[in-house]
């Protein structure tokens, strides 16, 4: 079993970075390809980006490529979102996934989420 806890989320301007984190429990971290969701209110949660189990493939949802980048430190079992030009519509509890596939369609974990406010 695996325990994902995100941790950097916060309120930020519009143009501004952040970078979230999500720490994973337990010696398997290794099989599980990883990925970030957002749900944002009123809407249905989406998929953002995913990266594989050695980190060396990453993937992208089209409004975020060239702005976001995930990565992954098997070593310290931490997955990461860097988050650069934000814009208000990237508002939205960010979700930590992890699935025994790839590309992550359908996560076997999930963390509790992390909030990101982006202000205009």
């Known amino acids: 079993q695996v325990q994902l806890v995100e941790s950097g989320g916060g309120l930020v301007q519009a143009g501004g970075s952040l970078r979230l984190s999500c720490a994973a429990s337990?010696?398997?971290?290794?099989?599980?390809?990883m990925g970030w969701f957002r749900q944002a209110p009123g809407k249905e949660r989406e998929f953002v980006a995913g990266?594989?189990?050695?980190?060396?493939?990453?993937y992208y949802v089209d409004f975020v490529k060239g702005r976001f980048t995930i990565s992954r430190d098997n070593a310290e079992n931490m997955v990461y979102l860097q988050m650069n030009s934000l814009k208000p519509e990237d508002t939205a509890v960010y979700y930590c996934?992890?699935?025994?596939?790839?590309?992550?369609?359908?996560?076997?974990?999930w963390g509790q989420g992390t909030q990101v406010t982006v202000s205009s």
């Open positions: 996934a992890a699935d025994l596939d790839y590309p992550v369609r359908s996560p076997d974990y």
């Open positions: 990266v594989s189990w050695s980190g060396g493939g990453t």
């Open positions: 337990g010696r398997t971290f290794r099989r599980y390809a």
